[in-house]
T-cell receptor
Framework: KAGVTQTPRYLIKTRGQQVTLSCSPI?????VSWYQQTPGQGLQFLFE???????NKGNFPGRFSGRQFSNSRSEMNVSTLELGDSALYLC?????????????FGQGTRLTVV | LAKTTQPVSMDSYEGQEVNITCSHN???????ITWYQQFPSQGPRFIIQ???TKVTNEVASLFIPADRKSSTLSLPRVSLSDTAVYYC????????????FGKGTMLLVSP
């Protein structure tokens, strides 16, 4: 069974640009969440999607958005990039009601804003 | 969500048993205790989850006292590859992927 796949693995963008990151969850998983990890703030929850609907949202500005497709794949978008958006962005998937609460994480996308 | 407190860092040597304690004084009745492990530049990985008493799997043991206000992750006979950050999470066993991470404990295992 393939794990959670995130693309791209590395990305360098310029301030003011926008970026889209992609996440393919484990087959059959319908809950997908996004996290931002920085040395200063640690692992912070961005948002969660379940069955194409945003179920939960963390405390991030509106520049951060996401969506989920009918095949459970998810994308997150950051507009008007700032230097402080440089971080490791992680995606996790899980399968509510499947008898296990374990969330599976991808390898992450390392975003550098210059 | 119950707040958790863990030591910032711990040091150990190969072959030793390591116990990482997490404090969660405001744990709710429906809350479970879950531990994740994270290596640098990788996503966290689930280690173990419990509600009360003791849980053991092939990787670790989780000890939870009767009042559930703390828990201890026990790693038997650690190796260099156990060097990682360990996170204690407390929350309902919903099965969804929304998780609240604290600062975690950086475990350094030396030869």
């Amino acid at each position: 069974k393939a794990g959670v796949t995130q693309t791209p693995r590395y990305l360098i963008k310029t301030r003011g640009q926008q970026v889209t990151l992609s996440c393919s969850p484990i087959s059959g998983h319908r809950s997908v969440s996004w996290y931002q990890q920085t040395p200063g703030q640690g692992l912070q929850f961005l948002f969660e999607y379940f069955s194409e609907t945003q179920r939960n949202k963390g405390n991030f500005p509106g520049r951060f958005s996401g969506r989920q497709f009918s095949n459970s794949r998810s994308e997150m978008n950051v507009s008007t990039l700032e230097l402080g958006d440089s971080a490791l962005y992680l995606c996790a998937s899980s399968s509510p009601g499947a008898g296990t609460t374990e969330a599976f994480f991808g390898q992450g996308t390392r975003l550098t804003v210059v | 969500l119950a707040k958790t407190t863990q030591p910032v860092s711990m040091d150990s040597y190969e072959g030793q048993e390591v116990n990482i304690t997490c404090s969660h004084n405001n744990i709710a009745t429906n809350d479970y205790i879950t531990w994740y492990q994270q290596f640098p530049s990788q996503g966290p990985r689930f280690i173990i989850q419990g509600y009360k008493t003791k849980v053991t799997n092939e990787v670790a043991s989780l000890f939870i006292p009767a009042d559930r206000k703390s828990s201890t992750l026990s790693l038997p006979r650690v190796s260099l590859s156990d060097t990682a950050v360990y996170y204690c999470l407390v929350g309902e066993d919903s099965g969804y992927s929304t998780l609240t991470f604290g600062k975690g404990t950086m475990l350094l295992v030396s030869p």
